[in-house]
């Protein structure tokens, strides 16, 4: 079994930061891709940042130049450090990771319990 356990959200006034923090644990033996998904009300869920096993990071358009996504190899944790907040922003935000169990299973995609972010003067 794999537990993700998310940190960091909250709420925060327009321009504000936040820092969400995701970290895996139980049965891994590795981790290819980690990301940060979220989901407004009555929308679907969307890709905020990704970053695979090797440090190449991708994002969403709407927030390149304001989020950045890292990673910790040596933890299992990804992190998604969030600068220039907008209103728009707001959203139950989900940590994504893709572990391995063994050599041979996997990988398999996990998803962390959401943590909201409401950003609101």
Same mark, same amino acid.
């Given at each position: ?10 709420? =925060?006034?327009?321009?504000?930061? *936040?820092?969400?923090?995701? #970290? !895996? ?6 981790? /290819? ?9 009555? $929308?679907?869920?969307? *890709? =905020? ?10 994002? !969403?358009?709407? @927030? $390149? ?6 990673? &910790? /190899?040596? $933890? /299992?944790?990804? #992190? ?11 959203? =139950?935000?989900?940590?994504? @990771?893709? @572990? ?7 990988? &398999? ?7 909201? @972010?409401? =950003?609101?003067?």
């Amino acid at each position: 079994q794999v537990q993700l356990a998310e940190s960091g959200g909250g709420l =925060v006034q327009p321009g504000g930061s *936040l820092r969400l923090s995701c #970290a !895996a644990s139980g049965s891994i033996f590795s981790i /290819n891709d980690m990301g940060w998904y979220r989901q407004a009300p009555g $929308k679907q869920r969307e *890709l =905020v940042a990704g970053i695979t096993s090797g440090g190449t990071t991708n994002y !969403a358009d709407s @927030v $390149k130049g304001r989020f950045t996504i890292s990673r &910790d /190899n040596a $933890k /299992n944790t990804v #992190a998604l450090q969030m600068n220039g907040l907008k209103p728009e922003d707001t959203a =139950v935000y989900f940590c994504n @990771v893709q @572990v391995r169990q063994s050599l041979v299973h996997g990988p &398999d995609d996990y998803w962390g319990q959401g943590t909201q @972010v409401f =950003v609101s003067s």
